[in-house]
């Protein structure tokens, strides 16, 4: 499976659930696939979705399903101690490990060659980090939430992107949008 096809297989469990989505082509494809109010989609920022999302775990109460890449959290690994140390029950981090910077070009990751992101997560202070075949997302993400625990959730996958259009909202309109839905 690519990314969008998980993407697609998850949509229904990420309904109405708070979304903070990896920049460029991964939130291209989420909004084409399911578009909610509830996500809130990264247009610019590379690195920084793990970042917002566990920012806005630790201010509220809600569930909070930030949809990350190998790319971009090998590019904040500041991050990956940063939620081991301070991960709220409320918070899951879903690494789409597909071994490539797929909004570039897919040009390779290391965690496409010999880095082991669940390793660096485990060694980071992340209690709760499972590693998952594409094909298991969307009952490993059910599970996640019905643990209510903070979890790293490393999701293998094959690298390739979906031809989808180009988010046309303008971004002050996807914040106001994000932030009716946290409040609600």
Do not use: W
């Amino acid at each position: 499976m690519i990314r969008s096809e998980i993407l697609r297989d998850i949509a229904p469990i990420l309904r109405d659930q708070l979304v903070v989505c990896n920049i460029g082509i991964p939130s291209q494809e989420l909004h084409a696939i399911d578009d909610q109010p509830s996500n809130f989609y990264m247009l610019g920022t590379m690195g920084l979705a793990s970042s917002i999302g566990l920012g806005l775990a630790l201010s509220q109460p809600k569930p909070v399903i930030v949809i990350d890449g190998d790319g971009s959290v090998l590019t904040n690994l500041g991050t990956l101690p940063t939620i081991g140390n301070n991960c709220p029950d409320n918070y899951i981090l879903m690494i789409i490990d597909n071994g490539s910077y797929g909004s570039t070009g897919d040009q390779p990751t290391y965690a496409g060659m010999k880095t082991d992101l669940a390793a660096m997560a485990r060694a980071a202070g992340c209690d709760n980090v499972v590693e998952v075949q594409d094909k298991d997302t969307g009952d490993a993400l059910q599970a996640a939430l019905d643990s209510g625990k903070g979890t790293v959730m490393v999701v293998k996958c094959d690298s390739g992107n979906a031809k989808m259009p180009v988010i046309t909202m303008d971004p002050v309109v996807i914040k106001h949008r994000f932030m009716e839905a946290v409040k609600a």
